[in-house]
């Protein structure tokens, strides 16, 4: 059970309302001859290549362009983009249930490092979930790295998250599958649940 003094929730989106497989990207860049992608993107790190497309800062089509040249390898933007979403799986229904109670109970709110590649993905997958509903509806607001520019586990990206909803650190819950996320979220001044598989958000009592 939470503090009682919690108020406010922001929820990130890999792991734990969309199920990912960090393994499944990695496998495929590999099968494509990028053998050393670890050390260039994992759930806990990423290069600055990979941190510049989680803030906006370049496209997605100067993303390719300097995989291709740094890799020195030859794949088409089609090749690169299934290899970098093969980490997306399912977004299963009954976590969305499980929120429509929640945003009853608390004011949520959505932030995730993300990306405009994973992004239009992701909107596929949720669009064979929910039809034409809009998942972003679900929260009071749905903030995402490459479009707020600001990506975790940076604490002023928190921050910024706070101030645009004035939102007091010490009331708001976050939760994240990834404890450097965590750690910046506790800096910030934020309450903190790390969601450790095989525990599922469904399983927290909220």
């Given at each position: 059970?939470?503090?009682?003094?919690?108020?406010?929730?922001?929820?990130?989106?890999?792991?734990?309302?969309?199920?990912?497989?960090?393994?499944?990207?990695?496998?495929?860049?590999?099968?494509?001859?990028?053998?050393?992608?670890?050390?260039?993107?994992?759930?806990?790190?990423?290069?600055?290549?990979?941190?510049?497309?989680?803030?906006?800062?370049?496209?997605?089509?100067?993303?390719?362009?300097?995989?291709?040249?740094s890799t020195n390898?030859?794949?088409?933007?089609?090749?690169?983009?299934?290899?970098?979403?093969?980490?997306?799986?399912?977004?299963?229904?009954?976590?969305?249930?499980?929120?429509?109670?929640?945003?009853?109970?608390?004011?949520?709110?959505?932030?995730?490092?993300?990306?405009?590649?994973?992004?239009?993905?992701?909107?596929?997958?949720?669009?064979?979930?929910?039809?034409?509903?809009?998942?972003?509806?679900?929260?009071?607001?749905?903030?995402?790295?490459?479009?707020?520019?600001?990506?975790?586990?940076?604490?002023?990206?928190?921050?910024?998250?706070?101030?645009?909803?004035?939102?007091?650190?010490?009331?708001?819950?976050?939760?994240?599958?990834?404890?450097?996320?965590?750690?910046?979220?506790?800096?910030?001044?934020?309450?903190?649940?790390?969601?450790i598989a095989p525990?599922?958000?469904?399983?927290?009592?909220?």
């Open positions: 059970m939470i503090q009682s003094t919690i108020k406010n929730i922001i929820f990130d989106l890999g792991g734990i309302f969309l199920n990912i497989d960090y393994a499944l990207t990695e496998k495929a860049f590999i099968q494509l001859g990028v053998t050393n992608f670890a050390d260039l993107y994992t759930q806990h790190t990423a290069s600055t290549l990979f941190e510049d497309l989680e803030v906006g800062k370049i496209s997605s089509e100067r993303f390719c362009n300097t995989l291709r040249s390898i030859q794949l088409t933007n089609e090749q690169i983009y299934t290899a970098w979403n093969a980490m997306l799986l399912d977004l299963p229904m009954e976590r969305l249930m499980w929120l429509e109670q929640i945003k009853n109970k608390y004011n949520i709110y959505l932030y995730s490092n993300t990306n405009a590649i994973h992004y239009e993905a992701f909107c596929k997958i949720v669009a064979g979930v929910i039809g034409k509903k809009n998942f972003n509806d679900y929260f009071i607001k749905a903030y995402y790295s490459h479009i707020l520019g600001l990506r975790k586990p940076y604490a002023a990206s928190y921050t910024a998250v706070l101030k645009e909803q004035n939102l007091i650190a010490s009331e708001t819950l976050f939760i994240d599958d990834t404890i450097k996320n965590i750690e910046g979220a506790i800096q910030a001044g934020l309450q903190t649940i790390h969601l525990q599922q958000i469904t399983d927290i009592d909220l």
